[in-house]
């Protein structure tokens, strides 16, 4: 299986930072790199597909990077509604594995 | 839009059979070139997909739990469906169901969108 290692496991930041979280998988996947968002109580949210792509309706102060190992998930400046949970997923090859998460918390 | 909820017991005893569907609306299963998928959260912890099916009935599992593990689909209902047997407390769990976008003629270049809320089944006597 492939697997993925994401960066920090959780951080603390304010409204309008600028943040960062990495995302490095076992083996090279290409572009096959998806972020997603997680709230409590909520349906999961899509948010990038294939390493780069913004989901539609997803906000564009979004961004992803990477390809082969090494991917970034930024967001531009923080909102309220970012505070959440990200994970990354690799779609290259089954079994289809995620990241561990990184949580966003309020400072 | 399209729409997936699940739906099923929230309690399991150890040992029995966790079963859950999931029902789509505002699309058809069946003419949809797309495998239909269940990912879990175990409380506290991350996230792990389960396995997919198409409406053909091709299916892939996570291999450590494909012998536990059978997913089906009924068009007629637009459904489809998780059957986890021989449950232990390490199953509980907040089960999801979500659009796999991966096609018949490749393994590559998929994503899980959208997702449903989430269904918390609870393995306990």
């Known amino acids: 299986d492939i697997q993925m290692t994401q960066s920090p496991s959780s951080l603390s930041a304010s409204v309008g930072d600028r943040v960062t979280i990495t995302c490095r998988a076992s083996q090279s996947i290409g572009t096959n790199l998806n972020w997603y968002r997680l709230k409590p109580g909520k349906a999961p949210e899509l948010l990038i597909y294939a390493a780069s792509n913004l989901q539609t309706g997803a906000p564009s102060r979004l961004s992803g990077t990477g390809s082969g190992t090494d991917f970034t998930l930024t967001i531009s400046s923080l909102q309220l509604e970012d505070f959440a949970t990200y994970y990354c997923q690799q779609s290259h090859s089954p079994p289809r594995t995620f990241g561990q998460g990184t949580r966003v918390e309020i400072k | 839009q399209l729409q997936l909820q699940e739906s099923g017991p929230g309690l399991v005893k150890p040992s029995e059979t966790l079963s859950l569907t999931c029902t789509v609306s505002?699309?058809?299963?069946?003419?949809?070139?797309?495998?239909w998928g269940w990912v879990r959260q175990p409380p506290g912890k991350g996230l792990e997909w389960i396995g997919s099916?198409?409406?053909?009935?091709?299916?892939y599992y996570k291999p450590s739990l494909k012998s536990r593990v059978s997913i089906s689909v009924d068009t007629s209902k637009n459904q489809f469906s998780l059957t986890l047997r021989s449950v232990t407390a390490a199953d509980t769990a907040v089960y999801y169901c979500?659009?796999?976008?991966?096609?018949?003629?490749?393994?590559?270049?998929?994503?899980?969108?959208?997702w449903g809320q989430g269904a918390l089944v609870t393995v306990s006597s």
């Open positions: 979500a659009r796999d976008t991966r096609v018949l003629a490749a393994t590559w270049g998929a994503w899980f969108d959208p």
């Open positions: 099916i198409h409406h053909s009935g091709s299916t």
């Open positions: 505002g699309g058809s299963i069946s003419s949809s070139p797309f495998y």
